[in-house]
Each structure stands twice: as structure tokens, then as C-alpha cells.
């Protein structure tokens, strides 16, 4: 929140997302912690910038199917063409007809929950992290798993915020965005004008 001559105001949508899920006479607890400016323009730019631009061109689909799961169907369809020395259209047709039918199958038993937005970009945020690389590998009984670190801005360098910056931007420039825009000049300069309005 900043503190204007009407009050405190939300800074960027983000933050209003989780502002509006507070009804109308509730009664919350709040903490206030001064933020410096460089912690405000880092917020701005992750949150209010790349992760509300994510969210706005996020669409699910896919993740009923495992990446796993896709890519041994292709390592089988490739071994059958190499045993046969040419390629298989039929088999490579029927693996795209089982792929959206698995996907309809799952989707039919899956209930997607309706999130709000600041729990959409939660989620998101939680995604990117470890699709960057920023995790800890935890080993437990059932065996490896992944989680994801922390970008406090206040803990964090501003080399090391531009660093996290820009793996968290080729994350989503890769798997959501490569397909929104032609270039990645045309993601940019949304990208600019979005953060020249927050």
C-alpha cells in the first residue's frame, strides 16, 4: 500500500486482488513495514509488471497431460518408425487424438478451483521460481522434491533481484508468452507501458 491524501491505496493490481477479498465490516489485523523505494520498484516490476501480464495471457491447458507422459508416447512412436526405417503419419495422428482425449477424460474428473487473481499470481510466482531455478532440493521418504525459494526484496541484492528478474521474464516469455506476441520487442514494449501506468 502507498499512503495518498485519500489513504492507503494498493500499488499495484496485485495487491488489490488481495484487498478485495476482505467483505465489506471484516475486521483484519495489519502490519505495516516501511518499504523502501527499491523494494516498491522491485514489486512493481515483478508483480504489477511480468506476473500480471503472465496472468492476463495465462490459459490452462496441457497440464492434465504430463510432459513425462507425452514425451515416452514420442520415444515410443520414434522407436516404432526407426524399427519399420520410416515414418508412421497414422501413429502420429492417434498419438494427438489420445493426448486430447486423456486431456477431456482427466479434465471431466478434475474440478479446476476458481482462484482469485492474487492467487493466480501466487501460483504463477510459485511456478516461475522453479522453473528458474530457484529451489532446494528436498530429499524425503518418497523421494526428491522441489521447493522453491524465497525473493524477499529486502534480502535481496538488486544484482540479485536483476538476476532472478531475468530468468523468471525467459520463463515466461518461453511457455506463455512466445505464443501471445510475434517478437519479443512486442512483449516489451507492452510490458513498458503497463509499468509506465503502475
Known amino acids: 500500500m ?48 511480468l506476473l500480471e501480464m503472465a496472468a492476463d495471457y495465462f490459459e490452462p491447458q496441457g497440464g492434465l497431460v504430463s510432459k513425462e507422459e507425452r514425451e515416452f508416447l514420442k520415444n515410443f512412436i520414434r522407436f516404432l518408425e526407426r524399427a519399420t526405417g520410416k515414418q508412421q503419419p497414422g501413429l502420429r495422428w492417434a498419438y494427438g487424438q489420445f493426448v486430447a482425449t486423456a486431456k477431456a477424460s482427466r479434465a471431466s474428473k478434475v474440478a479446476q478451483p476458481e482462484l482469485k487473481r492474487h492467487e493466480l499470481i501466487d501460483e504463477l510466482h510459485r511456478w516461475v521460481k522453479e522453473e528458474s531455478g530457484l529451489y532446494d532440493v528436498i530429499e524425503t521418504p518418497s523421494g526428491c522434491h522441489k521447493r522453491p525459494g524465497s525473493i524477499k526484496f529486502n534480502r535481496m541484492s538488486e544484482e540479485e533481484f536483476d538476476m532472478f528478474f ?15 506476441f510475434k517478437t519479443q520487442e512486442e512483449f516489451d514494449n507492452i510490458l513498458n507501458q503497463l509499468m509506465a501506468v503502475a
Open 2 to 49: 502507498r499512503k495518498t491524501p485519500q489513504g492507503l491505496l494498493p500499488v499495484v493490481p496485485y495487491d488489490q486482488s488481495k484487498y478485495d477479498g476482505i467483505k465489506m465490516g471484516e475486521t483484519v489485523k495489519v502490519t505495516l513495514t516501511s518499504q523502501s523505494e527499491r523494494n516498491v520498484r522491485f514489486h512493481n516490476l515483478y508483480f504489477g509488471g
Open 166 to 180: 531475468r530468468g523468471a521474464y525467459n520463463v515466461i516469455w518461453r511457455f506463455l508468452l512466445s505464443r501471445k
